[in-house]
């Protein structure tokens, strides 16, 4: 074991005092995730941190710095997912508040039956096509269903933008059961768009998350 994995192996027993099973930490053997210590998933056979946490425990470089949850809104509490390999999720049911170009994460949704996106649409209890510009908000920022219909602008930073209209709840209070295909919470600040969102907006849909800015129409 090098200096340098000691201290990754370290940093991460540190960091997840309660995950016991940990096997490979960063870059480790994995065939799934449960192969995987603290909150590592395995990527092409190697665990990494998992963009949809996004912890920097191992620094790929790979994935973008998601803005952090700041301001008012605090977690709601926890959620526990896994039967095998438990981890813990924080909860919300606020969003960092709306401004005149409100940052978020654009991350992608398939709103069609069967798609990740799980049930259908909250605001029509429908499914939708992916070629529609539609998003799903976070829970805050979804606002017990407010938002329903209303239209989004969306920024990137390459110059483009898009109107989208707001169709879903990205739900950041609950997951991991069959009515969220299985997923965690969502983080509280997401704009989870359909396909033609991301196209629209020019940008490459394998990066999975990105950093916008959105604010209401
Ligand atoms: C959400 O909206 C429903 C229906 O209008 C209402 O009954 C409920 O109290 C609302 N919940 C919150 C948390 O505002
Ligand atoms: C979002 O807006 C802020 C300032 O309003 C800017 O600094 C930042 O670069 C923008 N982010 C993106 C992804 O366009």
Avoid at 70 to 88: F, M
Avoid at 128 to 156: M, Q
Wanted: proline share 6%; net charge neutral; glycine share 10%.
């Amino acid at each position: 074991m090098t200096a340098l994995t000691f201290v990754y192996f370290a940093l991460i027993f540190t960091i997840s005092p309660l995950v016991g099973n940990a096997i490979s930490g960063c870059n480790g053997p994995c065939n799934d995730l449960n192969d995987c210590s603290g909150q590592l998933i395995c990527i092409n056979g190697k665990c990494n941190d998992d963009p949809d946490v996004g912890t920097h425990i191992c620094k790929s470089g790979t994935s973008p710095q998601p803005p952090q949850p700041s301001g008012p809104c605090k977690p709601a509490g926890t959620l526990t997912c896994g039967k095998k390999k438990r981890t813990t999720y924080t909860t919300y049911s606020c969003s960092p508040p709306i401004t005149a170009s409100t940052p978020a994460v654009l991350t992608l949704n398939d709103f069609r039956k069967g798609g990740d996106g799980g049930a259908e649409s909250s605001c029509d209890n429908k499914f939708h096509e992916n070629w529609e510009l539609i998003v799903a908000l976070s829970t805050g920022w979804f606002d017990n269903s407010s938002r329903c219909f209303k239209k989004i602008r969306i920024r990137a930073s390459n110059g483009r933008s898009v109107e989208a209209k707001v169709v879903d709840e990205c739900d950041s209070m609950h997951g991991c059961d069959k009515e969220h295909s299985y997923q965690r919470p969502c983080d509280n600040n997401i704009v989870d768009g359909s396909s033609a969102v991301w196209n629209a907006l020019g940008l490459n849909k394998d990066l999975g998350r990105v950093n916008i800015n959105w604010s209401m129409v």
